[in-house]
Protein backbone atom coordinates (compact mmCIF):
# COMPACT_ATOMS: atom_id res chain seq x y z
CA UNK A 1 0.00 0.00 0.00
CA UNK A 2 0.71 3.89 -0.15
CA UNK A 3 2.98 4.98 3.03
CA UNK A 4 5.48 7.59 3.76
CA UNK A 5 8.44 7.35 6.08
CA UNK A 6 9.84 10.02 8.07
CA UNK A 7 12.53 10.52 10.12
CA UNK A 8 11.97 9.88 13.64
CA UNK A 9 12.60 13.32 16.03
CA UNK A 10 12.68 15.42 18.01
CA UNK A 11 15.16 17.31 16.07
CA UNK A 12 16.77 19.95 18.14
CA UNK A 13 19.46 22.34 16.58
CA UNK A 14 21.24 25.69 17.08
CA UNK A 15 19.89 28.69 14.87
CA UNK A 16 21.56 29.08 11.39
CA UNK A 17 22.75 25.09 11.45
CA UNK A 18 22.23 22.81 8.37
CA UNK A 19 18.58 21.02 8.47
CA UNK A 20 17.88 17.72 7.04
CA UNK A 21 14.54 15.75 7.59
CA UNK A 22 14.54 12.75 5.84
CA UNK A 23 11.03 11.16 4.05
CA UNK A 24 10.52 8.32 2.13
CA UNK A 25 7.60 6.80 0.16
CA UNK A 26 5.79 3.62 -0.91
CA UNK A 27 3.27 4.37 -3.34
CA UNK A 28 1.47 1.80 -6.41
CA UNK A 29 0.98 4.75 -8.85
CA UNK A 30 2.81 8.21 -9.45
CA UNK A 31 2.22 9.92 -6.37
CA UNK A 32 2.88 13.80 -5.64
CA UNK A 33 4.99 14.83 -2.38
CA UNK A 34 4.56 17.54 -0.34
CA UNK A 35 5.68 18.89 3.12
CA UNK A 36 3.34 20.48 5.60
CA UNK A 37 4.45 22.34 8.87
CA UNK A 38 2.33 22.84 12.11
CA UNK A 39 3.46 25.58 14.28
CA UNK A 40 2.74 25.05 17.90
CA UNK A 41 -0.88 25.45 18.62
CA UNK A 42 -1.84 25.84 15.02
CA UNK A 43 -3.30 23.72 12.33
CA UNK A 44 -1.54 22.22 8.69
CA UNK A 45 -0.11 24.42 6.24
CA UNK A 46 1.58 23.43 3.34
CA UNK A 47 4.95 24.22 3.23
CA UNK A 48 6.07 22.94 0.02
CA UNK A 49 5.32 20.42 -2.78
CA UNK A 50 6.17 18.70 -5.66
CA UNK A 51 4.40 16.72 -8.47
CA UNK A 52 6.58 14.87 -10.39
CA UNK A 53 10.08 13.45 -10.24
CA UNK A 54 13.13 15.30 -10.54
CA UNK A 55 10.70 18.18 -9.50
CA UNK A 56 12.10 21.05 -6.60
CA UNK A 57 9.16 22.24 -4.63
CA UNK A 58 10.28 25.54 -2.27
CA UNK A 59 9.38 28.17 0.07
CA UNK A 60 10.83 29.77 2.95
CA UNK A 61 14.03 28.79 2.24
CA UNK A 62 13.15 25.24 2.55
CA UNK A 63 13.92 22.87 -0.38
CA UNK A 64 12.96 19.04 -1.36
CA UNK A 65 13.48 17.31 -4.43
CA UNK A 66 11.24 14.40 -5.63
CA UNK A 67 13.84 11.79 -6.17
CA UNK A 68 12.34 8.82 -8.03
CA UNK A 69 14.90 6.67 -8.16
CA UNK A 70 15.36 6.50 -4.33
CA UNK A 71 11.95 6.87 -3.81
CA UNK A 72 13.42 10.17 -1.69
CA UNK A 73 11.92 13.67 -0.85
CA UNK A 74 13.62 14.65 1.59
CA UNK A 75 12.96 18.70 3.51
CA UNK A 76 16.36 20.64 3.64
CA UNK A 77 16.77 23.99 4.87
CA UNK A 78 20.43 26.08 5.14
CA UNK A 79 20.35 27.68 7.81
CA UNK A 80 17.29 27.61 10.43
CA UNK A 81 15.98 29.71 12.67
CA UNK A 82 14.22 29.82 16.09
CA UNK A 83 10.76 30.26 14.34
CA UNK A 84 11.52 26.97 12.56
CA UNK A 85 10.55 25.33 15.36
CA UNK A 86 7.61 23.14 14.94
CA UNK A 87 6.37 20.13 13.58
CA UNK A 88 7.24 19.00 9.89
CA UNK A 89 4.68 16.27 8.14
CA UNK A 90 6.00 14.75 4.66
CA UNK A 91 3.12 13.60 2.77
CA UNK A 92 2.05 11.72 -0.41
CA UNK A 93 -0.97 12.01 -2.42
CA UNK A 94 -1.66 9.58 -5.02
CA UNK A 95 -5.15 8.30 -7.41
CA UNK A 96 -8.05 10.24 -7.63
CA UNK A 97 -9.43 9.67 -4.13
CA UNK A 98 -7.06 13.09 -3.04
CA UNK A 99 -6.34 11.39 0.13
CA UNK A 100 -3.05 12.36 1.84
CA UNK A 101 -0.92 9.72 3.40
CA UNK A 102 1.34 11.24 6.01
CA UNK A 103 4.61 10.15 8.00
CA UNK A 104 4.52 10.41 11.56
CA UNK A 105 5.67 14.15 12.00
CA UNK A 106 9.18 14.70 12.86
CA UNK A 107 9.12 17.84 15.65
CA UNK A 108 12.39 20.65 15.15
CA UNK A 109 13.36 22.88 17.90
CA UNK A 110 15.91 25.81 17.04
CA UNK A 111 17.75 26.97 20.19
CA UNK A 112 19.33 30.16 19.91
CA UNK B 1 -6.50 32.73 -0.84
CA UNK B 2 -9.03 29.82 -0.22
CA UNK B 3 -9.60 29.15 3.64
CA UNK B 4 -10.95 26.22 5.46
CA UNK B 5 -12.56 26.93 8.75
CA UNK B 6 -12.81 24.82 11.44
CA UNK B 7 -15.10 25.40 15.03
CA UNK B 8 -13.79 25.01 17.89
CA UNK B 9 -10.40 25.31 17.36
CA UNK B 10 -9.97 23.76 21.40
CA UNK B 11 -13.04 22.58 23.23
CA UNK B 12 -13.54 20.51 26.11
CA UNK B 13 -16.00 18.56 27.05
CA UNK B 14 -17.20 15.68 29.89
CA UNK B 15 -16.62 11.74 29.38
CA UNK B 16 -20.12 10.09 27.86
CA UNK B 17 -21.11 13.90 25.75
CA UNK B 18 -21.11 14.34 22.17
CA UNK B 19 -18.93 17.07 20.90
CA UNK B 20 -19.44 18.78 17.15
CA UNK B 21 -16.54 19.95 14.58
CA UNK B 22 -17.76 22.18 12.43
CA UNK B 23 -15.76 22.71 9.07
CA UNK B 24 -16.40 25.42 6.71
CA UNK B 25 -14.56 26.04 3.57
CA UNK B 26 -14.89 30.14 3.34
CA UNK B 27 -14.97 31.47 -0.36
CA UNK B 28 -15.46 27.98 -2.44
CA UNK B 29 -17.66 25.02 -2.18
CA UNK B 30 -15.77 21.67 -1.43
CA UNK B 31 -16.71 18.82 -3.55
CA UNK B 32 -15.05 16.47 -0.85
CA UNK B 33 -14.12 16.74 2.73
CA UNK B 34 -11.88 14.90 4.70
CA UNK B 35 -11.63 14.38 8.24
CA UNK B 36 -8.60 13.45 10.10
CA UNK B 37 -7.34 12.86 13.05
CA UNK B 38 -3.60 13.04 14.83
CA UNK B 39 -2.84 10.50 17.66
CA UNK B 40 0.32 11.75 20.07
CA UNK B 41 3.77 11.24 18.66
CA UNK B 42 1.82 9.35 15.50
CA UNK B 43 0.57 10.53 12.27
CA UNK B 44 -2.34 12.12 10.70
CA UNK B 45 -4.47 9.34 10.31
CA UNK B 46 -7.50 9.40 7.81
CA UNK B 47 -10.66 9.13 9.36
CA UNK B 48 -13.21 9.62 6.41
CA UNK B 49 -14.13 11.18 3.37
CA UNK B 50 -16.88 13.03 3.05
CA UNK B 51 -19.23 13.92 -0.03
CA UNK B 52 -21.79 16.51 0.03
CA UNK B 53 -25.17 14.93 -0.01
CA UNK B 54 -24.01 11.46 0.64
CA UNK B 55 -22.78 9.29 3.27
CA UNK B 56 -19.04 9.13 4.42
CA UNK B 57 -17.30 6.69 3.52
CA UNK B 58 -15.01 5.37 6.29
CA UNK B 59 -11.31 3.79 6.82
CA UNK B 60 -11.00 0.53 8.03
CA UNK B 61 -11.18 0.70 11.76
CA UNK B 62 -13.17 3.85 12.64
CA UNK B 63 -16.59 3.46 14.27
CA UNK B 64 -18.99 5.49 12.15
CA UNK B 65 -21.38 5.41 15.10
CA UNK B 66 -18.96 7.26 17.33
CA UNK B 67 -17.69 9.24 14.73
CA UNK B 68 -20.67 11.02 13.09
CA UNK B 69 -19.98 13.18 10.00
CA UNK B 70 -22.64 15.09 8.21
CA UNK B 71 -21.67 16.54 4.93
CA UNK B 72 -25.21 19.06 4.93
CA UNK B 73 -23.94 21.45 2.08
CA UNK B 74 -21.02 22.31 -0.09
CA UNK B 75 -19.09 24.87 2.35
CA UNK B 76 -20.04 23.23 5.56
CA UNK B 77 -19.18 19.74 7.03
CA UNK B 78 -19.54 18.87 10.41
CA UNK B 79 -17.76 15.86 12.68
CA UNK B 80 -19.60 14.83 15.84
CA UNK B 81 -17.29 12.27 18.70
CA UNK B 82 -20.90 10.73 20.67
CA UNK B 83 -20.28 9.51 24.27
CA UNK B 84 -16.86 10.86 24.10
CA UNK B 85 -14.55 9.20 26.35
CA UNK B 86 -10.83 10.08 27.54
CA UNK B 87 -9.39 7.96 24.58
CA UNK B 88 -10.84 10.30 21.98
CA UNK B 89 -9.06 13.41 23.09
CA UNK B 90 -6.98 14.15 20.25
CA UNK B 91 -6.80 16.57 17.38
CA UNK B 92 -8.93 16.59 14.53
CA UNK B 93 -8.64 18.20 11.30
CA UNK B 94 -10.74 18.83 8.16
CA UNK B 95 -9.78 19.41 4.33
CA UNK B 96 -11.72 20.37 1.46
CA UNK B 97 -11.67 19.37 -1.53
CA UNK B 98 -12.04 21.88 -4.97
CA UNK B 99 -10.86 20.53 -8.48
CA UNK B 100 -7.45 19.20 -7.70
CA UNK B 101 -6.62 20.77 -4.87
CA UNK B 102 -6.88 20.40 -0.91
CA UNK B 103 -6.98 23.03 1.94
CA UNK B 104 -6.91 22.08 5.43
CA UNK B 105 -8.50 23.64 8.59
CA UNK B 106 -6.47 25.14 10.91
CA UNK B 107 -7.34 21.86 13.26
CA UNK B 108 -9.53 21.20 16.65
CA UNK B 109 -8.09 20.49 19.99
CA UNK B 110 -10.35 18.13 22.07
CA UNK B 111 -9.69 17.02 25.79
CA UNK B 112 -12.47 15.00 27.11
CA UNK B 113 -12.09 15.10 31.13
Known amino acids: GDSVTQMEGPVTLSEEAFLTINCTYTATGYPSLFWYVQYPGEGLQLLLK?????DKGSNKGFEATYRKETTSFHLEKGSVQVSDSAVYFCALSVGTGNQFYFGTGTSLTVIP | GAVVSQHPSRVICKSGTSVKIECRSLDFQATTMFWYRQFPKKSLMLMATSNEGSKATYEQGVEKDKFLINHASLTLSTLTVTSAHPEDSSFYIC?????????FGEGSWLTVV
Open chain 1, 50 to 54: ATKAD
Open chain 2, 95 to 103: SAQIGNTIY
